[in-house]
């Protein structure tokens, strides 16, 4: 229940709404859906967000909704039912377990916990299918979670916005 | 401690208020929610059971999938708009060049097949099935970097079936492995699990074709004496029952003869253009002659223990 883009900042946020959440991850569906097939670099959207709003509202978004989304995922990717379910549970347990710690740091530093985090999501994934038979995708594929955790310092200010509108609207300001 | 609490709880009669209520812990969740995953990735490998929850979630999802393809495809609409003339000019005149060398085999091919079947009459022989299909485009490769698979716009609303044949103009690319009502799914041939029987054109020596992943493929168990050479055409053999015969699939790249294995290892790479996108054709289901009653008929089948109950006399 973090009330402060990060800990270590003064100014206080306002509650999140729980329908924005709910489109946030919704757009990042949409993104993942996108039919480009693999290209190296471009993250997964959907651990992203997912990440994102574990660590920020662990009490609103934790297991239940990675699992969902996994589920989702499974059959967006054509992967093996419960490889993403799987790997997003895993994600979802570590990154509300570490919420309290993680956003005291700056965002750079708060970068630097989430690259392990989806390097993580990306090895539980590797294992159950090379387990099961796959075959062994390009060392570039894990491109995508340094992607991803480059992307942490914008996105963060990107889904925060909605919450630093002030709490008394000011009628004669221009915007 | 908590157990004092909850003992006095009870006896005030009634439960502890809700103020920190937030369900079980987060180690027994995330316990129910792992081992649901597993039980799901065990059904799905192993037993192709949970085909119906990917049907279900498929549905829900394809409005979405959908609009997501929207932009992607105005996009190839707008490069084909701008593509210039001259490109579409040669591309022309290609296309005529090729239909003119092929138009010989084209226009005496239903003679041929005609002749053929009065042959086969002649020889009592059972007609060889003719080859029917339905043209479909590769929507786009799936996003699993694991195995190698592509979308195309026909699904069973179309009449498609899983373990359908898909050929391009060149040669076999893979077989339907899943169908949803409007799309299905294609196993492509250098995918690790997709295998192939096919025969040496040259010597007509059987063997199976399997992916080995990153765009190539693999003949394999074959003796290290084998009779291919480096530069053979391999064709289905149609022993299958699901590929017809006499398409071609791959040519032998490199031969590794090295006699501590058992087997050659021979790479090949694929004829037709499984990596690349375009039109496919599904091909119709192979319809097969019924197999001859494999199991011996109970009156000539010696019965249980007769042979121990042999006569001992000379």
Redesign the interface.
Known sequence: MSMQPTQSTSRILQPVRDWFIVLTLFMA??L???????LNGVPDWVTLVLTFWCLHQP?KV???T??FL???M??????????H??AY??LA?TT??LSRRVLWFPLLQQALHILPLLLGTQFAMLI???A??????SLL?FLDSVVGAVLWYPMTYLLLLPQYRPVDRDETRPI | MPGVVNALMSVAGHPPPPFFK?GPA?LA??FF??S??????V???RFHT?EW??LG??TV?WP??R???L??DATNDLGGYFSSLGVLRDENDSLRQRQLATANLLLRQEHLEDENRRLRVLLDMKERQPAEGSVAEI???????????V?VDRGTKSGVEAGQAVIDDVGVIGQVT?TYPLTS?VTLLT???QSIPVEVQRSGLRAVLAGA??GAMELRFLATNADVQAGDILVTSGLDGIYLPGLPVARVQKIDRDNSFAFARIACEPLAGVERHGMVLLLGKRIMPPLPDTAPSLADKPGKGKKIRRKLAP
């Open positions: 569906l949409f993942d859906l996108l039919p480009l097939g693999h009490l934790s297991m239940g990675a699992f996994g589920l989702l499974d059959v967006a990717d054509s992967s093996v039912m419960g490889q379910a799987l549970t895993l347990f509300c377990g159950f299918r090379l099961s038979g796959g075959e062994l995708p594929w | 937030r987060p969740r995330l929610f792992v649901l995953s597993l039980v799901l990735l059904a799905d490998l949970v929850i990917r979630v498929a999802l979405l999938q609009a997501a393809y932009p992607v929507l786009f490769a799936a996003r699993d970097p694991f195995s190698r698979r979308i899943r799914e995918d690790k699990d992943g990153a």
